[in-house]
């Protein structure tokens, strides 16, 4: 990525990124625009470069940031109704740690409200349009973060991916876009969806703005007590021989031009002396119904916080505190929201919590399991992202179950816990980008990113 | 037909930890101006994570101890849903399937075991205040930590019921996890009762009365549940489950929610926060730090202190710490002086604050068992000794600079009473007591007194003046 230095100065970068972001502001990619904030910003850089002073590993990169990231420029709205207003008083930590090392954030992405949905159609903001097709979708949850990277506006962009929400909009803007670890970078100050699959990571236009953004924000912090120490060993670090593909996914489906794009992939690892292993991971069928158990019982949890007293909109039709509940949420949430809302109270209520919810986290297990098999026989998998290419603007968006089957052969990695990388893998005949991501044990993430580059 | 009655007890605690259990902002809002102590994480602003206090984790093990509990290894947290003002996050953070305390029992002054179930950490909600037209939130005691201790059905008495609160509350104070300020709600009780016929294996259908703030009212509530359900039952009809408010005033508990109208939890376990696991070192090694506890003072203290002057001194666990310092054969004279003058002084509260040296009071009995002081000059010294400004100078000095050393010096004495016999108002009285009224020695001893400005040791007077009479 540019980084600014004595030649190039991050005025200018900062500059080109506004001038691009207005230039594509058809497309819905931003919530928010702060034009004077970051040439401010860009100027203190280039004033310490001037003096000669030492700046940042990512001096005046300028990037752009999830609306689901706190910080006190500009609202916080998870582009959502209800968040309408506020102004958050605190920085994620991930947002101090990246302008710490000297980056400048141009503005707030569209996501699906609260980072329910798979196309950005669920924004309160309207959609955010592919970068290949505005008749097609970005994906979700971090479409506006996805195109502003494929669009070359800005060098990177943090997402948010809980079921996919990276590593699904990356492959439909044909960009790389990182889901690490569970635990890698702190979740303090990202407006949570659901806590025990959040994670926090990037989209890249390379392997090498990964790894190094990687190597920024990851880290324990005293903040989120679900971080991990360290996130990656160098003692781990062996030479991959083995990259599996699961048969379980190669059938009809998924998307013919998909599933040759991994073959391809698969072709050119041979050719670099890589062994291809078949395997099968009967255990990931019960990923799709256990995420969809687990993670809509978190988020109407997560969501309860959202009532209207304390920030954010409150209804008119307020008259007493029922009223204030009921009204606030069901004007301030989007029907996703309330959809997930009323699965997850419905998994956790008294008499039905050992049916769904501890039966799906008996299924999370297995599902752990399988994929702790499989790194035993493989070092990496290689999979497809989602079973199609970008899909049309409102094609799914009265279809739920259609939306969720989007997000197959994605949640399993949130529920284990592991990382996927996605990595751009061609075109379809429509010039469409097509997406394969690469999937490691936990606390693989350093290597994963370097693997990816034998795959170009 | 006779009813026995059953209760159970939940006890709320509020540990006096420095910080509240999820964040770092003061826990100790007393005097301070509403939502001063609320973090951002207490706040519940949008992606804020519940960090874990430490500190509650020992008080925690403390407590549990202190009621003979097993301390469980692993234990975790759940949420528990609910929507009001008062619950910014929508939840309280508990302990929902795998509480921090096990199984342990609170024996009370009687004997009587009332066995523990478990206790577990949560914590504490929000205040509103309700005014005609609107409400204020006050979240200074949000996430203040509480361990809450559930009994097992094992009181069948208000005086028990009573019993064990007020032992809860010794429990507490002897192991110093809280405050116990009962007028802050530092403790409160809710308590099921119900009754069944005597003989009968089935419990009865149970009424809970929730939030009780004393002892008292935990044993009055108990005592009108039970008239209450007797009448009920007698009069053919059947007690319904529900949640009771109990009115301080008139001495009732009204109706508030039916088990139909009861609230669905939704509990979950907290994804936030990992599992606490305590080695078994740990769990030992602050076991270990458990001071001595009412159950053990009774034992040490039973054969020198009067059973109810004992049972007087365990409201005040400073005290009897103060007890176990001072030598033993001085005990029985110091818990007589705390339960009579100390406890009964005005300024008992400040003073319990800063109690004297284990030296000082040794000394000021063993002035006592030399006769040194006259009892009144006693307890003036004793308070003295508690007294801002002359505390830290010892008994024997300030009994001098007041001048209240009883004069023993039987010359000394002599002296002053051959002044006295010389006086013509004792003339009389001489002559009385001569003739064989024996009383009047009274007012000859007061007149020697007197002369000493009374110092002198009255017994001593008494001897030599009949010897002199004789």
Known sequence: ??????????????????????????????????????????????????????????????????DNFLSPRGETTASAHILEGFTSPITATAVEKLEAEGAIMIGRTNLDAFAHGSSTENSYYGPTLNAFDKKRVAGGSSGGSAVAVALDIVEFATGTDTGGSIRQPASFNGVYGLKPTYGCISRYGVVAM??????????TKSSDDMELLMSVASGQDPKDLTTLADYYNDSENKKAKKVGIIKDFDNDSVDKEIREALKKKCELLKSKGYEIVELEMPALKYALAAYYIIVPAE?????????????GFRSEKSGDLDKLYANTRDEGFMSENKRRIMIGNFVLSSGFYDAYFLKAAKARTLIVKEYEKAFKKVDYLLTPVSPNPAFLLGEKVNDPIAMYLEDMMSVSLNLAGIPGLAIPAG?????????????????????????????I | MKYIPTIGIECHVQLSTKTKLFSEVDNDARGKEPNACVSPV???????????NGEAI????????AMNCTINPSSRFDRKHYFYPDSPKGYQITQFYHPIIGEGYVELPSGTKIRVEHAHLEGDAGKLTHFSSYSLVDLNRVDTPLIEIVSMPDIHSAKDAHDYCKELWRLMRFAGVSYGDLYNGNM???????????????????????????FRSVERAVEYEITRQTKILESGEKVVQETRGWNDATGKTTGQRSKEEAKDYRYMPEPDLPPINLSTEFIETESKKLPSMPVDYRKKFSKIIAEDTLEVLLDYPELMKKL???????????????????????????????????NDLNELSEMNEKKELSSTAMKEVFLRLFDPQMKGRGAKNIAKELGLIQENDLEALEKIVDIVLAKPETQKAQADFNAGEEKVIGFLVGQVMKESHGKANPSAVQEILRKKLA
């Open chain 1, 299 to 311: 988020v109407a949890s997560n969501l309860s916080r959202y009532d209207g007293v304390r920030y």
């Open chain 1, 427 to 455: 075109m379809n005949k429509n010039g469409l980008p097509l997406g394969l991501q690469l999937v490691g044990p936990r606390r693989s993430d350093k290597s994963l990113i370097e693997f990816s580059k034998e795959l």
């Open chain 2, 324 to 358: 176990e310092e001072i030598d033993e054969k001085h005990v029985k004279l110091m818990s007589n002086l705390f339960a009579s003058v100390l406890l009964a002084e005005e300024k008992s509260a400040e003073y319990l604050n800063d109690l004297p040296s284990a």
């Open chain 2, 42 to 52: 207490d706040f519940a602003l949008p992606g804020m994570l519940p960090r874990l």
């Open chain 2, 188 to 214: 409160r009780f809710d308590v099921n009762i119900s009754i069944a016929p005597e003989g009968s294996d089935k419990l009865g259908t149970r009424a809970e009365v929730k939030n009780l703030n004393s």
């Open chain 2, 58 to 65: 020992r008080l925690a093990v403390l407590a549990g101890r």
């Open chain 1, 194 to 203: 659901a806590s025990s699959t959040d994670c926090i990571g990037f989209f």
């Open chain 1, 1 to 66: 990525m540019k980084i600014a230095n004595s030649k190039v100065t991050a005025e200018r970068l900062v500059r080109d990124a506004l001038e691009k972001a207005k230039h594509f502001d058809d497309y819905h990619i931003f919530t928010f625009i702060d034009e004077e904030g970051a040439i401010k910003k860009a100027k203190e850089i280039d004033a310490k470069i001037a003096r000669g002073e030492k700046v940042g590993r990512l001096a005046g990169v300028p990037y752009a940031l999830k």
